[in-house]
């Protein structure tokens, strides 16, 4: 089993910036894919951002060139780092791991941007 803990969001104006941290712990080893989901109120889940064991990324149209993912395989820790935030971007922001084909997930943290 593998626990995600994320941390970093809260209230943020248009135009700011966020950095969400997620912590895996647990059986980590071989985990490959890690990344991000976000829900906004009354939509579906969606893919923000993930990345690979070898640092391949992949993003959402809607955050390219504003949010940047990495991860630090020996923390076993991703980062999103969100800048020029948009009302738009307000969502609960889940961690997710993939590990010997099983998705895990955190409980989330959530993310608004409001003036």
């Known amino acids: 089993q593998v626990q995600l803990v994320e941390s970093g969001g809260g209230l943020v104006q248009p135009g700011g910036s966020l950095r969400l941290s997620c912590a895996a712990s647990?059986?980590?080893?071989?985990?490959?894919?890690l990344g991000w989901y976000r829900q906004a109120p009354g939509k579906e889940r969606e893919l923000v951002s993930s990345?690979?064991?070898?640092?391949?990324?992949e993003y959402a149209d809607s955050v390219k060139g504003r949010f940047t993912i990495s991860r630090d395989n020996a923390k076993n820790t991703v980062y999103l780092q969100m800048n020029s935030l948009k009302p738009e971007d307000t969502a609960v922001y889940y961690c997710?791991?993939?590990?010997?084909?099983?998705?895990?997930w955190g409980k989330g943290t959530l993310v608004t941007v409001s003036s």
């Open positions: 997710y791991c993939m590990r010997f084909g099983a998705q895990y």
């Open positions: 647990g059986s980590t080893s071989s985990i490959s894919r």
């Open positions: 990345i690979s064991t070898s640092g391949t990324t």
